[in-house]
């Protein structure tokens, strides 16, 4: 069975390890794909996206180790590109100039929908204050909800749908990143109902945006990995959805370590099945193709 996946980090970004230390564990563990994907807001940059400046080398650093490894693993040069309206895309209007193999589209960056001055103050980089961070520390993630909605998780999380949708209707790239990563720190903190009537319209509607787009979903393992959550992104409700609208699916780790490429992978593939799926997306010189799984 082809082993992949399409969504690593690396110290290039918030990752602990090398790119050359993850191609080697790859290649030990049997992995047939490989795609490096750095925390990307281009032009700008939060502590944890890759600095602007170190673009150049980080295409360098994968274009080498594609050449190195070429009889060992398929490399890909990929970024994990964050979508703030008017700021930053996962687009190749972005990153042409890269000629990445690989866009991952995320919202890791919700603007505040408190009045118009604060959706202007928004408007200018991923650190703004007027932007709630959803995949941050639980303290964080409550503190952007009090200051950006006024304290209403529901407000928060619709807004975080919205963005979703109008990322997958307006930018072209190639797999939508950890689609509900929103349930992270919900857990713990507990500002919004998955069963609520009102959040499962939003997820409907975000899947039917998703098909329409024609756009690959990661099941993600990375909020196993990190202790986070124990199970999978996206939940079993919305993996059905997209099963049911024929929306293609790939598994990827999100690794942010070498130990970590394919961590849960036995329990995204139950989720895949229990959904429905019987194939996963792989890609391969002339593009995306479906396997069996």
């Not at 191609?23 to 940059?45: R, S, Y």
């Not at 996962?90 to 866009?103: G, H, K, T």
């Not at 006024?150 to 072209?172: F, I, L, N, Q």
Request: glycine share 8%.
């Amino acid at each position: 069975m082809r082993l992949a996946s399409y969504h690593v980090h690396t110290n290039h970004c918030d990752g602990n390890d090398s790119a050359r230390a993850m191609a080697e564990a790859a290649v030990a563990a049997g992995m047939n794909d490989l795609g490096f994907t750095a925390h990307a807001a281009w032009p700008f940059a939060s502590e944890w996206h890759l600095k602007p400046e170190a673009y150049p080398a980080y295409v360098a650093d994968i274009a080498g180790l594609k050449e190195e490894f070429k009889d060992s693993l398929r490399v890909l040069l990929g970024f994990e590109a964050d979508y703030i309206a008017g700021v930053t895309a996962p687009d190749p209007e972005f990153y042409a100039r890269f000629n990445p193999d690989i866009l991952i589209g995320s919202v890791h960056y919700v603007p505040a929908r408190e009045s118009p001055s604060a959706r202007k103050r928004a408007r200018a980089t991923p650190e703004n204050p007027g932007l709630w961070a959803v995949d941050a520390p639980a303290d964080e993630v409550a503190r952007g909800i009090e200051a950006c909605f006024a304290g209403d998780g529901r407000r928060a999380v619709e807004s975080y749908w919205a963005a979703v949708r109008d990322m997958v209707s307006t930018c072209r790239f190639d797999i939508v990143g950890h689609l509900d990563v929103i349930r992270k720190r919900n857990g713990s903190l507990k500002f919004f109902d998955e069963s609520a009537a009102w959040y499962r319209r939003e997820i409907k509607e975000t899947v039917k945006a998703i098909a329409r787009s024609g756009k690959i979903v990661e099941i993600n393992t990375g909020g196993i990995a990190r202790k986070a959550i124990d199970s999978v992104y996206p939940s079993d409700e919305i993996l059905s959805l997209l099963n049911g609208e024929g929306v293609p699916i790939t598994i990827n780790s999100d690794a942010h370590s070498a130990g970590d490429l394919t961590c849960a992978y036995n329990l995204a593939r139950a989720a895949a099945r229990r959904a429905g799926y019987s194939t996963l997306s792989f890609r391969d010189e002339s593009g995306w193709v479906q396997e069996l799984f």
